[in-house]
């Protein structure tokens, strides 16, 4: 057991340009979860994958964000057109199936956005 | 109003002494109650979780959960500097929630422990 890891650690663009985040979650585990948190904030649900597909997006996701789980594996997270109010750390999380721990969710070390 | 709400502080106690964090929430149907821990520039940490009324300890950590007051704490004692960090308070099961697992968290709260 790895731990939940993401890539990469930090990421500086300018606005315009587009990113993607990976995350790659703790094996086995079929639930996995984006997350954005800014300086001073709790982190705020953006999306929810069960396996590889998406089940919820969060009504404040702009359609320049775009998620995808192929496979049920790891996840990508793609910004398009970035602006500056997108800069924050973006949190991958993931949680086992229902009744093996499934109310824990597990943190990687985020991935920082600075976009200029 | 936010569906969880904590005071951002900061919280200062003087090392050795006991530190509450407190958590309200809104919505009066959720199921499980979370404490995350995160240092600067790191990730969220999960140190407790609480489902029923009443109180859970784990080693210098109690969690307490009111869900007539819809209210959540953390009482850290013995508090050390290496306690120092924000304290996310999280909720699931709320009627958003109760079907993927996500988790709601609160903006934390700074605790600094002074030696």
């Known amino acids: 057991d790895t731990g939940v890891s993401q890539d990469p650690r930090h990421k500086i663009t300018k606005r315009g340009q587009n990113v993607t985040f990976r995350c790659d979650p703790i094996s086995e585990h079929n639930r996995l979860y984006w997350y954005r948190q800014t300086l001073g904030q709790g982190p705020e649900f953006l999306t929810y994958f069960q396996n590889e597909a998406q089940l919820e997006k969060s009504r404040l996701l702009s359609d320049r964000f775009s998620a995808e789980r192929p496979k049920g594996s790891f996840s990508t997270l793609e910004i398009q057109r970035t602006e500056q109010g997108d800069s924050a750390m973006y949190l991958c999380a993931s949680s086992p199936p229902p009744g093996q721990g499934s109310e824990k969710l597990f943190f990687g070390s985020g991935t920082q956005l600075s976009v200029l | 109003q936010k569906e969880v709400e904590q005071n951002s502080g900061p919280l200062s106690v003087p090392e050795g002494a006991i530190a509450s964090l407190n958590c309200t929430y809104s919505d009066r149907g959720s199921q499980s109650f979370f404490w995350y821990r995160q240092y600067s520039g790191k990730s969220p940490e999960l140190i407790m979780f609480i489902y029923s009324n009443g109180d859970k300890e784990d080693g210098r950590f109690t969690a307490q959960l009111n869900k007539a007051s819809q209210y959540v704490s953390l009482l850290i004692r013995d508090s050390q500097p290496s306690d120092s960090a924000t304290y996310l308070c999280?909720?699931?099961?709320?009627?958003?929630?109760?079907?993927?697992?996500?988790?709601?968290f609160g903006q934390g709260t700074t605790l600094q422990v002074k030696p």
């Open positions: 999280a909720v699931k099961g709320t009627a958003s929630s109760s079907n993927t697992g996500k988790l709601i």
